[in-house]
């Protein structure tokens, strides 16, 4: 997404009989659809805004904006339904899995510690059909 600069022209002779005479300028630039809601930037104001791209009948423009100058910019699209079908949230069942590895671990630790060294302790356990080693050593 990025903003879109618009700006105002007087029209030009030639270009008044086109419009009636029912209009002095025109917007030059990319609009937004007709009825879309957008974020609108007034650099006069350094305000960011809604407002709304109407048609007058006789015209367009921003239905609250008034300015010869102004930026705007599209709302962005909701995740799509696949995306959030895709989005992966843990299940309980994860949890519970790290929580029963953890226990096994620190049981594991304990039962091969046996005495101060601890370096060369070897333990292992299984759990749901894996098998886990764990090796018990001591940073300094």
Same mark, same amino acid.
């Given at each position: 997404?990025?903003?879109?600069?618009l700006?105002?022209?007087?029209?030009?002779?030639?270009?008044?009989?086109?419009?009636?005479?029912? !209009?002095? #300028?025109?917007?030059?630039?990319?609009?937004?659809?007709i *009825? +879309?809601? =957008?974020?609108?930037?007034?650099?006069?104001? $350094?305000?960011?805004y809604?407002d709304?791209? !109407?048609? #007058?009948?006789?015209?367009?423009?921003?239905?609250?904006? *008034? +300015?010869? =100058?102004?930026?705007?910019?599209?709302?962005? $699209?909701?995740?799509?339904?696949?995306?959030?079908?895709?989005?992966k949230?843990?299940?309980?069942?994860?949890?519970v899995?790290?929580?029963?590895?953890?226990?096994l671990?620190?049981?594991?630790?304990?039962a091969?510690?046996?005495?101060?060294?601890?370096?060369?302790?070897?333990?292992?356990?299984v759990?749901?059909?894996?098998?886990?080693?764990?090796?018990?050593?001591?940073?300094?």
């Open positions: 997404m990025e903003w879109n600069k700006t105002t022209r007087n029209i030009a002779e030639e270009e008044k009989e086109f419009f009636h005479n029912a !209009i002095e #300028y025109v917007w030059e630039g990319e609009t937004p659809e *009825d +879309e809601e =957008v974020l609108v930037y007034n650099p006069k104001t $350094q305000n960011i809604t709304i791209w !109407i048609d #007058y009948g006789e015209g367009i423009g921003f239905e609250q904006t *008034d +300015e010869d =100058v102004v930026f705007w910019m599209s709302y962005p $699209q909701p995740p799509s339904a696949k995306m959030m079908k895709n989005e949230m843990p299940k309980i069942d994860d949890f899995f790290a929580l029963q590895v953890g226990k671990v620190v049981d594991t630790a304990k091969i510690i046996v005495d101060d060294n601890l370096l060369g302790s070897n333990g292992k356990f759990l749901d059909s894996h098998t886990f080693n764990i090796t018990v050593s001591e940073e300094k």
